[in-house]
């Protein structure tokens, strides 16, 4: 499975779980969940691209 | 001029009465996700909830994230396990009944991680979602 999949998926579970915590009106509710979960993908993406020029540096050992 | 019924000033300034019991309510949303939602009668968004909770776990299993437990002398790991032992009972179906641990070499592990642990810390949140409904502070 992909990072990027993960991450949507990820993103896609949070977002339902709050905007059925957070909002009762289904317009709210849309406006909501797209906040949150492009917000997170979006977000995501942005951080990663951000962090592409910086070297990961060796494998972290296995306790 | 007077405010229509109904406006957040008044709701925020009107008394609140007890639904249900919201220490029973919050331990029923705790054992299962969503059941405390049910008991208050609140039967799709319990459902949802559930699906929610329980795809989230089984996604982290999946991958072979860890399901923490406390180690000696890592405090942090106490308020993982803790976060984690907020998922209720299938947390220690996967413990105790399924020796469910994870596997630290896999390749999903940090994100398996994740995902139980967000499972824990939704059917937290749950729980105190049930406690205001309970008591009447929230629909």
């Known amino acids: 499975m992909s990072h990027f999949l993960l991450m949507v998926v990820y993103a896609l579970l949070v977002s339902l779980f709050f905007t059925a915590l957070w909002r009762r009106e289904r317009k709210e509710q849309v406006q909501l969940f797209l906040q949150l979960f492009l917000g997170m993908v979006v977000g995501g993406l942005a951080v990663a691209w951000l962090m592409y020029p910086f070297p990961s540096g060796p494998p972290a050992p296995i306790p | ?139």
Request: hydrophobic content about 55%.
């Open chain 2, 1 to 139: 001029m007077s405010e229509p019924s109904g406006t957040p000033t008044q709701q925020a300034a009107a008394p609140t009465t007890a639904v249900a019991n919201p220490l029973l309510a919050a331990v029923l949303a705790w054992l299962v996700p969503g059941a405390g939602h049910l008991f208050l009668k609140r039967g799709r968004r319990a459902l949802l909830f559930f699906v929610l909770v329980l795809v989230s776990l089984v996604i982290g299993c999946w991958l072979q994230g860890n399901l923490y437990s406390p180690v000696q002398g890592q405090p942090l790991t106490l308020l993982a396990t803790l976060g984690c032992m907020g998922m209720g009972v299938p947390y220690f179906v996967l413990r105790y009944l399924l020796d469910y641990h994870g596997d630290v070499v896999a390749i999903g592990f940090e994100y398996g991680t994740a995902f139980i642990l967000t499972a824990g810390l939704m059917n937290l949140l749950l729980v105190l979602d049930a406690w205001d409904i309970a008591l009447g502070k929230k629909e």
